[in-house]
């Protein structure tokens, strides 16, 4: 009579290691999960500081880049005005005395000599004046850039019909924004009459306070260009080194045939970067 009990204590034993095992076997599995889990955090974790660190070591190169970008341009416009200052105050007031004295000259009567002569001074005056203007906007910082413009605007009147439209909200920038905007717009109609055959050019300036930045819009309607044909050129280069300089953002928009346009947005403080975007 005790046989089938022992089998009945047999077979709840055997539940019981049954139910160990599976038991020890789920806590296993549990523990390899955690385990897994701390792994991967601790991968992810790590994965993200790499990339954390790749990302402010780009940062930290495109600043110093663009560090070097800006020494390099104060560099050469300090340069620049150094020796237009020179041409302009030195050598130019040289000629205009000297002009004036030869005009004062007794020539006995040699009026073709004496015109000559004046002639060709008064052609080094301007010869003297335009090197000057080319190297460095001597008077911008006096007149302003709006007046300088229109300066550019008449000196090509002969040439190309330029428009410009400024907001009436516009101040006065930074003498170091006003001197790139200038050799922009000077560089971007440069290019237009060697290479676009266009007959008119458009410059928008309006300040957005709003976006804390300047928006500039510089357009002609020549043959255009394919962008990636011409990037490399100097001209090119030029305008967008200083573009950069400044921290500013910029898009060109061209349709060929039709004309080119490039959009440019400049922060207020330009020695931060500004993050939204030109659509």
Do not use: C
């Not at 049954?18 to 038991?23: G, R, S």
């Not at 990302?55 to 341009?73: D, F, P, S, T």
């Not at 005009?103 to 000057?132: F, H, P, V, W, Y």
């Not at 007149?143 to 090509?156: K, Q, T």
Request: proline share 1%.
């Amino acid at each position: 009579m005790q046989f089938p009990l022992y089998i009945n204590h047999l077979y709840l034993f055997k539940i019981k290691e049954i139910t160990l095992n599976i038991t020890f076997f789920i806590a296993l599995i549990a523990v390899l999960v955690i385990i897994m889990s701390f792994i991967l955090l601790a991968y992810r974790s790590f994965i993200k500081r790499i990339i954390k660190e790749k990302k402010a070591q780009y940062e930290a190169e495109v600043r110093h880049q663009k560090k070097i970008v800006l020494e390099n341009i104060k560099a050469q416009e300090s340069e620049r005005k150094r020796i237009a200052v020179m041409i302009h105050d030195d050598i130019g007031n040289r000629l205009n005395i000297l002009s004036l004295w030869l005009n004062n000259l007794d020539t006995k009567g040699d009026e073709i000599i004496k015109k000559n002569i004046s002639t060709q001074m008064s052609s080094l005056i301007d010869s003297a004046r335009s090197i000057s203007h080319s190297l460095y906007p001597v008077n911008l910082e006096s007149v302003g850039l709006v007046l300088y413009i229109e300066e550019l605007i008449a000196n090509l009147a002969g040439r190309i019909n330029i428009s410009l439209n400024v907001s009436s909200k516009f101040e006065k920038k930074d003498i170091f924004i006003e001197v790139q905007l200038y050799r922009i717009i000077q560089e971007f109609t440069t290019n237009v009459l060697k290479h676009s055959e266009a007959s008119r050019v458009w410059i928008y300036i309006k300040d957005y306070p709003k976006y804390n930045n300047l928006g500039v819009i510089i357009s002609d309607n020549g043959q255009s260009f394919d962008y990636e044909a011409v990037k490399k050129g100097m001209g090119i280069k030029n305008i967008e080194s200083r573009i950069k300089s400044m921290n500013a953002e910029h898009k060109w928009k061209n349709v060929l045939g039709k004309g080119s346009r490039i959009i440019i947005k400049i922060p207020y403080n330009h020695e931060s970067s500004n993050q939204n975007s030109i659509n």
